[in-house]
């Protein structure tokens, strides 16, 4: 990993309606990390996401893009810097496969790109998803679509990509598949990555740190074996767990343990 800084948020503070959603935000993570943000469902991490990309403006705290405070952006200047998967994407327009990760490259549009079928055949193929390249987004299953819109995210070649739920609606081998990809992107092409992720024994096998959030305040923050406890878990979670070690890899593996079996 790279020691520059690549994201940097301190002293954050969000307020929606009169409630704080993010209370005193802190952590940094530095270039080619991999790292995890998870958490109970309403803890604030797609809020945390969306502040960092700059769609959020109001809000007390500080939050540096490669040095750069993103309130001092322009949005072209901030596609170049972050790219974002959101949660939820629906299109009312009849888009086509290519034209969803085509907008992937508004940042160099005035750059007169003469490759953009390249950069979007790659981002395609990476996704393994090629085949879909003429197909109506619209037409498309959940998990595909998942795969598109992290295919726009790759097409659009910023260096810090952030990735709400990337694996949702998507079967365990392509699960699987999208860590394995964005570990290599981490680690070959040097992206910082941050993912909201709430399959923990996967995060476990592919993420080097985690960060867990609730009520809007970050709980732990660390290495895989460190915060990947069943006292942690059991606290964030309210939910008995037992941490065992995974059968193959030097990494824990998290078991439920439901009051009742059925």
Same mark, same amino acid.
């Given at each position: 990993m790279n020691s520059l800084i690549a994201l940097s948020v301190s002293g954050l503070f969000v307020k929606y309606q009169g409630n704080t959603i993010l209370k005193d935000i802190n952590f940094s993570l530095g270039r080619g990390e991999f790292v995890g943000l998870l958490g109970p469902n309403g803890a604030g991490k797609t809020t945390l996401l969306h502040t960092i990309t700059g769609f959020i403006r109001s809000y007390k705290g500080n939050v540096q893009i490669l040095g750069k405070d993103v309130k001092a952006l322009s949005s072209r200047e901030r596609a170049k810097k972050i790219s974002l998967l959101p949660q939820l994407v629906e299109s009312p327009f009849f888009y086509s496969v290519k034209d969803i990760v085509l907008m992937g490259r508004y940042a160099s549009s005035g750059n007169k790109d003469g490759n953009l079928d390249w950069h979007v055949d790659n981002a395609l193929r990476i996704c393994g998803i090629l085949h879909l390249k003429n197909r109506a987004f619209s037409r498309l299953s959940g998990g595909e679509k998942r795969l598109v819109l992290l295919a726009r995210c790759l097409c659009q070649d910023s260096p810090i990509l952030l990735l709400d739920e990337a694996t949702s609606s998507l079967d365990i081998r392509r699960k699987i598949e999208?860590?394995?990809t964005l570990r290599q992107? *981490?680690?070959?092409?040097? +992206?910082? !990555?941050? !993912?909201?992720?709430?399959?923990?024994? $996967? *995060?476990? $096998? =592919?993420?080097?740190r985690l960060i867990f959030i609730k009520n809007g305040r970050i709980i732990k923050d660390g290495p895989v074996k460190e915060v990947l406890s069943e006292r942690n878990l059991n606290d964030i =979670? &309210?939910? +008995?767990? +037992?941490? !065992?070690?995974? %059968? &193959? =890899?030097? +990494? %824990? *593996?998290?078991?439920?343990? %439901?009051?009742?079996s059925y």
């Open positions: 999208v860590f394995e992107e *981490a680690c070959k092409n040097d +992206r910082t !990555i941050l !993912i909201v992720v709430h399959d923990i024994n $996967l *995060a476990s $096998l =592919y993420l080097d =979670y &309210e939910t +008995r767990t +037992r941490v !065992i070690e995974h %059968p &193959e =890899y030097d +990494r %824990p *593996a998290v078991l439920f343990l %439901p009051e009742k």
